[in-house]
């Protein structure tokens, strides 16, 4: 998809045209924003500008180098992502790699980069290096890196992608120019849900997921009926906790906490919750879980503004404890309800 078909951020992609359009473009960009907004499909655009022949710095999009790039098989384009990332899109088997597929972006991976980039294209006028997940990269791996940023090889341009851009040396996003990403506006996620969804789902449910999916397309689509009914399970079953209940703070965090992924999701449900819980103590009406509005009223009864709060900074420490991988996610989920109901 070349670049000009990227819809609803047009504040980055207005950048990277710009920057084509002059043909100056720096070696090395951060495209960063939240999950699932657009920012890899942003990427390949720009690629396909810079190595495309029929249209150079646009990117037809549709001839032999446009389209190897989206099959990631360009010979002057190269990805670089953690092998487990490798693994979860299906672009190797775990048999590929003798130990744990890694998280981590690894210094050998920057360093067979760096090989690569010490030759000159071989088809394009521009070698691309693209990053997945570029946070993921280890403190050796970044520092490996921050040399071919300093004294960058002729004609290269590297696109380091991140939702998490404070996870990088501020050395290396100094020396990057920034495209920043947005969550994508509601509308055009709920019609996307709508257009992509075989079964066919109503205009209610699909702004209803919409919402639920925070601007992140991804997520959008990730997002099932069933997964809404969960939702609704999660919070009724938080609801009914009490303080000096501990059986019932177990039994959900035994529910929830069945593994990383129930986890996470279940987090993610009462972050929205909270700030459903606190829009209704003010007294607004556009609440994300619009179908749990009575609930929400209720819930204001049950907490102040401040304890509110509260449950959301130990929400949010669950959560990184969690995506974190320190220990137990049952065990975290456990620490959390005791915590939030014996102030
Ligand atoms: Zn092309």
Redesign the pocket.
């Known amino acids: 998809m070349?670049l000009s078909e990227v819809q609803s951020q047009a504040h980055a992609v207005d950048a990277l045209s710009s920057a084509l359009g002059k043909k100056q473009v720096h070696h090395a960009w951060l495209f960063h924003g939240p999950d699932g907004v657009g920012k890899e499909l942003a990427a390949m655009g720009f690629a396909?500008a810079l190595?495309?022949?029929?249209?150079p710095y646009?990117?037809?999009?549709?001839?032999?180098?446009?389209?190897r790039v989206v099959r990631r098989n360009h010979p002057d384009v190269t990805w670089v992502m953690p092998e487990a990332e490798q693994v979860e899109r299906g672009l190797a088997g775990r048999s590929d790699f003798t130990n744990t597929p890694s998280r981590d972006i690894r210094i050998d991976q920057v360093r067979a980069l760096q090989e690569r980039l010490a030759f000159r294209a071989l088809e394009a006028p521009h070698k691309v290096a693209l990053f997945v997940t570029a946070h993921a990269m280890n403190q050796p791996a970044q520092n490996a890196l921050l040399k071919t940023l300093e004294e960058p090889p002729r004609d290269t341009v590297l696109i380091l992608i991140s939702s998490a851009p404070d996870k990088l040396l501020p050395t290396i996003r100094s020396r990057c120019a920034k495209a920043a990403f947005g969550p994508l506006p509601l509308e055009f996620i709920a019609n996307k849900v709508k257009t992509s969804s075989k079964k066919g789902v109503e205009d209610g449910l699909a702004r209803q997921i919409a919402a639920m999916a925070a601007g992140s397309m991804a997520r959008a689509l990730a997002l099932d009926p069933k997964a809404l009914e969960q939702r609704r399970e999660t919070i009724e079953a938080f609801e009914k906790l009490t303080p000096n209940d501990a059986s019932g703070w177990i039994a959900l965090a035994e529910v929830m906490g069945e593994d990383r992924g129930t986890a996470e999701a279940g987090i993610d449900v009462l972050q929205i919750w909270f700030r459903d819980v606190a829009l209704a103590q003010v007294g607004a009406e556009n609440l994300v879980n619009a179908d749990l509005a009575p609930l929400a009223m209720a819930a204001t009864s049950r907490v102040s503004p401040a304890g509110l709060q509260r449950r959301a900074g130990l929400l949010e420490e669950a959560k990184n404890a969690i995506t974190q991988r320190n220990g137990s996610t049952r065990l975290q989920l456990e620490r959390m309800f005791i915590e939030m109901f014996t102030a």
Request: charged letters at 10%.
């Open positions: 070349p396909q190595v495309c022949l029929d249209e646009v990117g037809c999009g549709t001839c032999a180098a446009c389209t």
